[in-house]
T-cell receptor, first 114, second 119 residues
Framework: NAGVTQTPKFQVLKTGQSMTLQCAQD?????MSWYRQDPGMGLRLIHY???????DQGEVPNGYNVSRSTTEDFPLRLLSAAPSQTSVYFC?????????????FGPGTRLTVL | AQKITQTQPGMFVQEKEAVTLDCTYD???????LFWYKQPSSGEMIFLIY????DEQNATEGRYSLNFQKARKSANLVISASQLGDSAMYFC????????????????WGLGTSLAVNP
């Protein structure tokens, strides 16, 4: 049981490049989400999904795309990287049964955009 | 307005002593949940403890307990018998029922408290 996995752990991009951050979970969680963590700003929700084929925007969705073709995978795409997207990105997943369902986090991806 | 406030940017505690990390929250929902996460220097987010708004007893998980004072809207984390491995950032987060109903599942986060355990 690997939990939530993310790849890569580190990435450096040049402005304008695109890339995909991978996220997978093996806990059969319906809910998956992407957060970014910036100093002094806490964690902010980018996109989330409540099941395969269903995604929605969070607080800071601009510049990012997501899709959910399977229960297990929830990739985050940066369309045209900008320095403002330099951050640590976390994927998280949980069940959808009640308010106390714990979100479990992946190890994070540290992204630098030059 | 910030909904989760952690007023202690940094805290120090002596090994083997207890420490309380403060968290106050603001919500108009009657049903909500409060979570604490630990983030060590390695970067991962580790779930510690959960308290539901309707739970009558304070949550406990090993050395972690949550001092829940609903009227004061506070959910302080108490770590007993601190260990060197407790040195980390600690985040308080809240999920409101109004968001839950829409399946947003959004967690509202505080800015964290950095805890340093001294030997």
């Amino acid at each position: 049981n690997a939990g939530v996995t993310q790849t890569p752990k580190f990435q450096v991009l040049k402005t304008g490049q695109s890339m995909t951050l991978q996220c997978a979970q093996d806990m059969n969680h319906e809910y998956m989400s992407w957060y970014r963590q910036d100093p002094g700003m806490g964690l902010r929700l980018i996109h989330y999904s409540v099941g395969a084929g269903i995604t929605d925007q969070g607080e800071v969705p601009n510049g990012y795309n997501v899709s959910r073709s399977t229960t297990e995978d929830f990739p985050l795409r940066l369309l045209s990287a900008a320095p403002s997207q330099t951050s640590v990105y976390f994927c998280a997943s949980s069940y959808l049964e009640d308010i106390g369902d714990t979100q479990y986090f992946g190890p994070g991806t540290r992204l630098t955009v030059l | 307005a910030q909904k989760i406030t952690q007023t202690q940017p940094g805290m120090f505690v002596q090994e083997k002593e207890a420490v309380t990390l403060d968290c106050t929250y603001d919500t108009s929902d009657q049903s909500y949940g409060l979570f604490w996460y630990k983030q060590p220097s390695s970067g991962e987010m580790i779930f510690l403890i959960y308290q539901g708004s309707y739970d009558e007893q304070n949550a406990t998980e090993g050395r972690y307990s949550l001092n829940f004072q609903k009227a004061r809207k506070s959910a302080n984390l108490v770590i007993s018998a601190s260990q060197l491995g407790d040195s980390a950032m600690y985040f308080c987060a809240m999920r409101e029922a109004s968001f839950n109903a829409g399946n947003n599942r959004k967690l509202i986060w505080g800015l964290g408290t950095s805890l340093a355990v001294n030997p």
